[in-house]
């Protein structure tokens, strides 16, 4: 079982920046790709961000690319989404996930989420 807990989320104006973090626990391992994925009411959950357990690859949704950049640190198992210039359509419960291909944008390829952190962007 691996654990992923996020923070970071929180209510704020629209062209304001949030920080996302994410560390995974417990039998994690190395060898794992993380991703963020987001959830606004009445959607399916839709791919944000996502890293490669080297960071070799690295992908973004059309929707962030230029606004969102993600980094991972391999040995505290732990990556951040740096969120800047926000828009209200970001608005959403944003989730982590761990998966064994390399950062996949896929949510099925996912095998462990987070509890979700809320992410509000006021106009």
Known sequence: QVYLAE?????????????????????????????W???APGREREFVASMGYNGRTTYYADSVKGRFTMSR??????VALQ???????????????YTYYDGS?????????????????SS
Request: contains cysteine.
């Open 73 to 78: 640190d391999g040995a505290k198992n732990t």
């Open 105 to 121: 944008t896929l949510t099925e390829k996912y095998r462990y989420w987070g509890q979700g952190t809320q992410v509000t962007v």
């Open 83 to 97: 969120m800047n210039n926000l828009k209200p359509e970001d608005t959403a419960v944003y989730y982590c996930g």
């Open 37 to 39: 994925f987001r959830q």
């Open 7 to 35: 923070s970071g989320g929180g209510l704020v104006q629209a062209g304001d920046s949030l920080r996302l973090s994410c560390t995974a626990s417990g039998r994690a391992g190395t060898a794992y790709g993380m991703g």
